[in-house]
């Protein structure tokens, strides 16, 4: 009896090393590895009315010192209304509107494993302030045509990170944990049964 109590021992403690180091290898460096989760205004909004500040969310808190946000509207002018603010895992930027149409947020900041994290948020604010009037002194024949502006969202993905695979490593691991206790636990009762 001491021999199968001392394998069965043996089994869980080979089970629970093997599940102990799937769960940890895989997500310590998941955990380190840094990625935009959500913002507002989320990427490729149409906005009637301007928000008074962004907001970017990322999936650990981002460092200060290595965190850098910029915004920019229409003819690539400033639209940051002040320095970024940080709270946990969300960094808050004042937003200082201008003429409707496309405006960018790109975001770069350092993951503790020390990859650079970089990528944008694009939203299109439809209404803003009028665009200057031609002068009057102007005629109004040797006015270039306008080119078109940026009004219209890009058809690319705007939120291009530079690893997009990072923060689901912990899933895989988790399904593994899951899978593996599945497997202990029915050759457990297997062995019970074969016992009666």
Do not use: Q
Not at 65 to 79: I, L, S
Not at 142 to 147: E, I, L, T
Not at 149 to 159: F, V
């Amino acid at each position: 009896m001491g021999g199968r109590v001392a394998r069965t021992a043996r089994t869980w403690l080979v089970v629970l090393g093997v599940v102990a180091a799937i769960a940890l290898l895989p997500a310590a460096p998941a955990a380190a590895h840094n990625s935009l989760t959500g913002s507002d205004p989320r990427d490729g909004a149409r906005l009637a009315a301007a928000p008074e500040r962004i907001e970017l969310r990322f999936l650990a808190t981002p460092k200060e010192a290595t965190t850098e946000v910029t915004v920019t509207g229409p003819d690539n002018v400033a639209a940051a209304g002040g320095a970024p603010t940080f709270s946990g895992k969300r960094v808050t930027v004042p937003f200082r509107p201008g003429a409707a149409g496309l405006y960018i947020v790109t975001y770069r900041l350092a993951s503790d494993d020390g990859h650079p994290i970089k990528g944008e948020v694009r939203f299109t604010l439809t209404t803003g302030t009028p665009a200057e009037a031609p002068s009057a002194s102007a005629p109004p024949t040797s006015a270039a045509p306008a080119a078109p502006t940026s009004a219209a969202p890009s058809p690319t993905p705007a939120a291009a990170e530079a690893d997009d695979g990072g923060g689901t490593g912990w899933l895989w691991a988790a399904g593994a944990v899951v899978v593996l206790a599945a497997l202990g636990g029915g050759l457990l009762l297997r062995r019970r049964a074969a016992r009666r």
